[in-house]
């Protein structure tokens, strides 16, 4: 595609459901993540995808949230039981490669809201 | 652990003006990248500019232009002829050179707003 596209733009979730979000980055983009933005905050790193592998995760704040890349192309992260804190923005990004000096292109984010 | 501040929560400047948007960051790492993105209320992050640590020459990228200081470890950003699309967030951020990770440290970000 044209860019990254991620969906669904809005969520509004009850607390303790369930909720998956979706990324799909920019076709034979080597690198994928994931970050989270709480409302006046800069994002924060959640996890990183290189192809499948998921090289890093330390950012997930806890066992709740999952993150896959099955086929090395489409990111689902997960969120069980979800909690109000869990309201934020979620952002995708994707590189063409692995290397710091290639440009990441986001897209523009689900936004959670959990009641 | 690295951290990036941006002290100034929000900026305004007239249309055609200048304006210097403040960054510091900490760190102990010698090899490291410094990015500015823009954030407009789609919420899409745009890369602005980039800087390599190891680099000495600012970075420019048309009306966009760093300071970087690496022994102060700060990285301002000046925008000249501003005008009213660059109305948005802009954050400043961090990224060690390494491996196995994409891992940016933003800061809180600062508020422009471009008066006509």
């Known amino acids: 595609g044209a860019g990254v596209s991620q969906s669904p733009r809005y969520k509004v979730a009850k607390r303790g459901q369930d909720v998956a979000l979706r990324c799909d980055p920019i076709s034979g983009h080597v690198s994928l993540f994931w970050y989270q933005q709480a409302l006046g905050q800069g994002p924060e790193f959640l996890t990183y995808f290189q192809n499948e592998a998921q090289l890093d995760k330390s950012g997930l704040p806890s066992d709740r949230f999952f993150a896959e890349r099955p086929e090395g192309s489409v990111s689902t992260l997960k969120i069980q039981r979800t909690q109000q804190e869990d309201s934020a923005v979620y952002l995708c990004?994707?590189?063409?490669?692995?290397?710091?000096?290639?440009?990441?292109?986001f897209g523009q984010g689900t936004r959670l809201t959990v009641v | 652990a690295q951290t990036v501040t941006q002290s100034q929560p929000e900026m305004s400047v007239q249309e055609a003006e200048t304006v210097t948007l403040s960054c510091t960051y900490d760190t102990s790492e010698n090899n490291y990248y410094l990015f500015w993105y823009k954030q407009p209320p789609s919420r899409q992050m745009i890369l602005v500019i980039r800087?390599?640590?190891?680099?000495?020459q600012n970075a420019t990228e048309n009306r966009f232009s760093v300071n970087f200081q690496k022994a102060a470890k700060s990285f301002s950003l000046k925008i000249s002829d501003s005008q009213l699309g660059d109305t948005a967030m802009y954050f400043c951020a961090f990224m060690k050179d390494t491996s196995g990770t994409y891992k940016y440290i933003f800061g809180t970000g600062t508020r422009l707003k471009v008066l006509a």
């Open positions: 990004a994707s590189s063409l490669t692995d290397s710091r000096n290639t440009e990441a292109f």
């Open positions: 800087q390599e640590a190891y680099k000495q």
